[in-house]
Nanobody, 119 residues
Framework: VQLQASGGGLVQAGGSLRLSCAASGSIFSINIMGWYRQAPGNERELVASITSGGSTNYADSVKGRFTISRDNAKNTVYLQMNSLKAEDTAVYYC??????????????WGQGTLVTVSS
């Protein structure tokens, strides 16, 4: 299973970006899809996640500004980021919890995409 993330870049504070992450390969079933981020000197933190049923979870710092969604037919997860702040600057990583036909679960990570918010 491979994850390909895209959509990062440089944006001014108050602006918006949309990240996408497509999973490919030997996909059987994807349970949770999510986004983490890691800023320089900080630990990786969960930004948002979404279950196969559409239930979402957000970090307090992004609630009301970010929206996670997924297209199950395309095995793709999105992160719409609005009202961006300088403190949102980080490398964003997509992740999935994949279940194979033997009900064994594994986590997979994308390569990371850099989001830079200028103040």
């Amino acid at each position: 299973v491979q994850l390909q993330a895209s959509g990062g870049g440089l944006v001014q504070a108050g602006g918006s970006l949309r990240l996408s992450c497509a999973a490919s390969g030997s996909i059987f079933s994807i349970n949770i899809m999510g986004w983490y981020r890691q800023a320089p000197g900080n630990e990786r933190e969960l930004v948002a996640s979404i279950t196969s049923g559409g239930s979402t979870n957000y970090a307090d710092s992004v609630k009301g500004r970010f929206t996670i969604s997924r297209d199950n037919a395309k095995n793709t997860v999105y992160l719409q980021m609005n009202s961006l702040k300088a403190e949102d600057t980080a490398v964003y990583y997509c992740t999935i919890r994949h279940r194979n036909r033997w009900a064994s679960e594994s986590m997979y990570w994308g390569q990371g995409t850099l989001v830079t918010v200028s103040s």
